[in-house]
């Protein structure tokens, strides 16, 4: 499995290294603009990532655009919905309802509320079938 972790955080960074890499190989990028590079390689590469971890607070390019940006990419590559990445958003704790709807409007698969855990993590890669168990 082929993962992509975005965020400004070198904590929050390392934390999900931390927590994904037992399951695939790991790239780390700082903000949208990074994710949206390393996205377009990797499909240029016809190695997509199969999990993309995005924060919504970053400089540059934040979370929600990356994300409308990234599913535009792969429609440009013609990659269909049984085909797309899994994009979780990452989210701090008091993100208004409204704004977690945007995510799912701009195409997320879903969102992990901080603080995150393993637990959180690996329960939402079993519910889209990334992992089993
Ligand atoms: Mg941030």
Not at 4 to 25: A, C, F, Q, V
Not at 56 to 74: K, S, V
Request: glycine content about 6%.
């Amino acid at each position: 499995m082929k993962i992509l972790i975005t965020d400004d955080e070198p904590h929050n960074r390392l934390l999900m290294e931390k927590i994904l890499s037992p399951y695939g190989r790991c790239d780390l990028v700082v903000n949208g603009k990074e994710a949206l590079e390393a996205c377009e390689m990797a499909l240029m590469d016809g190695e997509p990532y199969d999990l993309i971890c995005l924060d919504i607070m970053m400089p540059e390019m934040d979370g929600q655009e990356a994300l409308r940006l990234i599913r535009e990419l792969e429609q440009s590559h013609n990659i269909d919905e049984t085909e797309e990445a899994v994009i979780f958003m990452v989210t701090a704790l008091n993100t208004e309802e409204h704004v977690v709807q945007a995510f799912f409007r701009g195409g997320c698969t879903d969102y992990l509320a901080k603080p995150v855990t393993r637990d959180k993590v690996v329960g939402k890669m079993r519910q889209y079938n990334l992992i089993e168990e």
